[in-house]
């Protein structure tokens, strides 16, 4: 099985400030046609996780273009440009190269 | 617009089958590259996939839960139902269902989740 360790497990953020969270599988995430399919979601507090970005770097429909994704093989970054008060919450990537499997999560809050 | 509800029981005792049943509005089961998924949260703690099924009767299961899972489908009822057995306390947690696109063999993504369903094992 392929494991997602994400890092830090919490964060707290100045808003305005940017913010950054790692995402490392214990194997390569590419597949042989040259794509990796590596998503990032949002949970919001009391909320179902939401579709962030896939395929490592492209922004669902509707998110804000604060958030970016990038990486590629084994480590990949989410970053969020300047953090609001609505980005509180869980951040999770998942792998779907070899069945599916999401990182611990990282909780993010505003300072 | 894509909609998805969970319902089934809030308690469960031990050793007990869980039924979870998922319906859905916007999409057809039988359309190419679409599938509804199963997810769970225990309280706290991180997201765990659980079981999919695909618009073409692929059925796909965790590895760790295989043995426990039953994943079916009922496209004209837009319904999708999974039975988990020998339910413990440690699968104490909120059960999501999703719609899920496909590309091809596991790649895709969850882009439609339900309000999800609490599931409390106990005595």
């Known amino acids: ?111 | 617009q894509i909609t998805l509800k969970e319902s089934g029981p809030t308690l469960v005792k031990p050793t007990q089958t869980l039924t979870l049943t998922c319906t859905f509005s916007g999409f057809s089961l039988t359309t190419s590259g679409v599938g509804v998924g199963w997810i769970r949260q225990p309280p706290g703690q991180a997201l765990e996939w659980l079981a999919v099924t695909y618009w073409n009767g692929d059925n796909r299961y965790s590895p760790l839960l295989h043995s426990r899972l039953t994943i079916t489908k009922d496209a004209s009822r837009n319904q999708v139902v999974l039975t988990m057995t020998n339910m413990d306390p440690v699968d104490t947690a909120t059960y999501y269902c999703a719609h899920r696109l496909v590309y091809f063999d596991w790649a895709g993504l969850f882009d439609y989740w339900g309000q999800g369903t609490p599931v409390t094992v106990s005595s």
């Open chain 1, 1 to 111: 099985d392929i494991v997602m360790t994400q890092n830090p497990l919490f964060l707290s953020v100045t808003p305005g400030q940017p913010a950054s969270i790692s995402c490392k599988s214990s194997q390569s995430l590419l597949h042989a046609n040259g794509k990796t399919y590596l998503d990032w979601y949002l949970q919001r507090p009391g909320q179902p996780p939401q579709l962030l970005i896939y395929e490592v770097s492209n922004r669902f429909s509707g998110v804000s273009d604060r958030f970016s994704g990038s990486g590629s093989g084994t480590d990949f970054t989410l970053r969020i440009s300047r953090v609001e008060a609505e980005d509180v919450g869980a951040y999770y990537c998942m792998q779907s190269r070899q069945a599916l499997t999401f990182g611990g999560g990282t909780k993010v809050d505003i300072k």
